[in-house]
């Protein structure tokens, strides 16, 4: 009886003992099971912003390439058939800002853009306000300067902005943003910079017939000074939204675009009034080579491409980096002169083609070094990184 018993008393012990284990194995089991699905849920959700993020790059790159290659052109097509006003111009490169509340009112309605169920209508708060708006008020100063040195270097002068323009945005970003650069970046700043430099060899076969020494050195200052003043302008944007206590989304991207603009258009508007600008408007549309109506088209066309140019300027800075707006806006340069060619009839003398090339070169560069980059973070164990050098605390 007694080791019958006992028999019993082992089995039940030894039962209780598995069934504990059992549970204890399963709740562990359990645990991991949901750590693991919580895991996976955040990696799933990461990789969905990231690869968001990426059609955002590509759609702003593209917005860029748009404004870099058009602005110009259709700038250059104001001054060259007649229109000599330089507030003017100045003032259509952020005018048509309200174009913003369509892809605004979008992300507003769409959930992907924002983060809680019910999206207030104006997300800006007054510090990111004060600070778009002072960008804004330098942008607007970046304008009129631009608007000059196109005016009186008609040709060549683009070339030469851009040629400093990303020498001054990679020394700006790695002040303000402390940007890391790589060898490929490196490189495709060397690149860019001579391809740019080579066209602006050229300037004094496109010095205008008539123009004197010193328009043109005011030109020539007046394009530096834009280009180092918009060299300034992006990594503060960058540093911007990093340093911003609000999160940055794309909505909120497009709202600080949105008072930039404004106040950058109300400077230009300040120096139209002095100037007296808006009167003359009509007098140079009725004298304008192409026709009044064209004149017309030639402002709205403008002030589009423009708006293109900044918007997909601050979008790639919110995706990317201020650096790969500068890789942007430089390796698009030779294009904008092949256009030139195209469009204008313009020669094409071997500096454009040697410069097309060597651009391209740089931007593939630039993009090698970013793809390696983010392989070997792969490769590291940490898939779910930002974009390269992208703005993560926010985004
Ligand atoms: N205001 C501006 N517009 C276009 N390109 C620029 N590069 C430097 N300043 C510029």
Known sequence: MNSTCLTYWSSYHCLKTSIIVTQTSYQKQRKKLMYVSKRGRRREKKARKRSMKRVLLLLNS???????????????????????????????????????????TISHLHP????????????????????????????????????????RLPVSTSSLIQASHLAF???????????????????????????AVVLA??????RPPGES?????????MILAAAALYGLVLPLMELVYKRSKQRVTYSLVMEIQLVMCFFATLFCTLGMLINNDFKVISREAKDYELGETKYYVVLVGSAIMWQFFFLGAIGVIFCSSSLFSGIIIAAF??????????????????????????????????????????REKNKNGCPETELPQSLSPNA
């Open 213 to 221: 020494t010193r328009q043109y050195v005011i030109g020539f200052v």
């Open 169 to 195: 945005t990679a020394v700006f970003a790695f002040l303000l943003v402390r940007h890391r650069f790589t060898v490929y970046s490196v490189n495709a700043i060397v690149l860019l910079t001579i391809a």
């Open 112 to 151: 992907n853009f924002h983060h809680s169920p019910k999206p207030n209508l104006v997300s800006i708060k007054l510090p990111l306000f004060i600070a778009s708006a002072v960008i804004g008020i330098l942008t607007g100063l970046d304008d009129y300067l631009y608007a000059c040195g196109i005016a």
């Open 62 to 104: 593209v917005l860029l390439a748009l404004g870099t290659s058009g602005g110009p052109l259709v700038m250059r097509l104001y001054f060259i058939h007649g229109g000599n006003r330089i507030w003017l111009s100045s003032f259509l490169e952020t005018a048509a800002f309200p174009l913003i509340l369509i892809p605004l």
């Open 333 to 374: 340069l030779p294009v904008t002169e092949v256009l030139g060619v195209i469009v204008y009839k313009e020669n094409f003398e071997a500096e454009k083609g040697v410069a097309l090339v060597l651009s391209l070169w740089g931007f593939v560069s630039y993009f090698y070094g970013e793809m390696k980059q983010e």
């Open 201 to 206: 060899l050229r300037s004094g076969g496109d």
